[in-house]
């Protein structure tokens, strides 16, 4: 054999891609479904790995993980799914969404699914009760779709005389249906005008905050979604340029730069999804795992763009926030 074809075969066995060495080694191998994208979801995609390695699974070491990443386009995720299955993973974990664990739902009735979602997992047909998930779904919810009323009573305490609130939605989201829904409820009862903005692109959150300036809205309330937390410098960013007081759905948020944010902990559901996850790898079946509920859910201010939009938090707003950025 000569010398450059011996390098070139040690080279190619050396970058033989984990999971064919999985496969060989009989190493489980994770499906990791997304829609949003890596980069910005770094901080995630660590907990979700402490919450495998809790349960014992360490990636590069006895599991594999297979990422599929939707980049914000929702369409995406049933090919994506379905690729997952043709592949054979031994399970699919898809946080951050609905249409994520239904894609996988509907490509596979036997790979276990283990998923995180603000929407009630019975009522869109994923499991069939919280207790006892059934089939071989399960996973951890949040009920984003309740947080809504919350956040709007804390933008009324901040701006007592505020009226007109503008919503960012991205509408290509199913869960922004139920979250507009139970939030104009809430806006009702509390005599509050709202409007919603609907931005499914980069390219549109420019748009929208264009036009926010213009409709001279009180405040904007931010609803959670994949592709917002992608771009959470460049909404914060626009809503210190058109001084528009803003509540967003993670703490990530307000660590950015923003004023506030209220939602669950998506650092504890991301860790909790790896956890089930593991326990699922060691041989637990998803039919009798209790889908569970987010019990961690924080609201963060920062003190530095309230100063600049000329804000002065109220102090029972400051007592009711479980951190203050100074």
């Known amino acids: 054999m000569r010398r450059r074809e011996f390098i070139v075969l040690v080279g190619g066995a050396a970058a033989w891609p984990l999971r064919a060495r999985a496969q060989q080694q009989k190493v489980p191998v994770v499906g990791?479904?997304?829609?949003?994208?890596?980069?910005?979801?770094?901080?995630?995609?660590?907990?979700?790995?402490?919450?495998?390695?809790?349960a014992g699974y360490r990636e590069g070491e006895n599991v594999a993980i297979e990422f599929r990443w939707a980049q914000?386009?929702?369409?995406?995720?049933?090919?994506?799914?379905?690729?997952?299955?043709?592949?054979?993973?031994?399970?699919?974990?898809?946080?951050?969404?609905?249409?994520?664990?239904?894609?996988?739902?509907?490509?596979?009735?036997?790979?276990?699914?283990?998923?995180?979602t603000g929407v009630d997992p019975v009522k869109v047909g994923l499991v069939v009760g919280l207790n006892r998930p059934g089939a071989n779904v399960t996973g951890v919810i949040s009920m984003t779709s309740a947080l809504?009323?919350?956040?709007?009573?804390?933008?009324?305490?901040?701006?007592?005389?505020?009226?007109?609130?503008?919503?960012?939605?991205?509408?290509?989201?199913?869960?922004?249906?139920?979250?507009?829904?139970?939030?104009?409820?809430?806006?009702?009862?509390?005599?509050?005008?709202?409007?919603?903005f609907n931005a499914g692109t980069n390219l549109d959150i420019d748009t929208v905050f264009a036009s926010l300036a213009q409709k001279r809205i009180d405040a904007l309330l931010v609803t959670p979604d994949p592709l917002f937390s992608n771009r959470r410098v460049q909404l914060v960013t626009l809503a210190t340029h058109y001084k528009i007081p803003t509540i967003y759905f993670s703490r990530e948020f307000a660590d950015t730069g923003g004023l506030m944010s209220y939602g669950s902990n998506q650092i504890d559901m991301y860790h909790q999804v790896g956890i089930y996850t593991g326990r699922v790898l060691k041989g637990e079946k998803p039919a009798d795992l209790p889908v569970l509920q987010a019990i961690k859910f924080e609201l963060v201010i920062n003190q530095q763009p309230a100063k600049t939009l000329g804000l002065e938090v109220p102090a029972k707003l400051l007592a009711l926030a479980d951190e203050v950025i100074e």
């Not at 829609?35 to 402490?50: M, T």
């Not at 009226?163 to 009862?189: D, Q, W, Y």
Request: charged letters at 20%; aromatic letters at 6%.
């Open 32 to 54: 990791f479904l997304h829609p949003g994208s890596p980069e910005p979801s770094a901080s995630l995609l660590a907990a979700f790995r402490q919450g495998l390695a809790e």
């Open 72 to 116: 914000n386009d929702y369409s995406r995720l049933p090919d994506l799914a379905v690729d997952l299955v043709r592949r054979q993973v031994t399970v699919i974990a898809t946080p951050g969404s609905i249409q994520g664990p239904l894609a996988a739902k509907v490509a596979t009735t036997t790979i276990p699914i283990v998923f995180s």
């Open 148 to 196: 809504g009323a919350k956040q709007l009573a804390f933008l009324r305490e901040l701006l007592p005389e505020g009226l007109h609130f503008g919503v960012l939605a991205n509408p290509n989201n199913e869960m922004t249906k139920v979250f507009i829904k139970e939030l104009r409820a809430a806006a009702l009862s509390l005599g509050r005008e709202i409007d919603v």
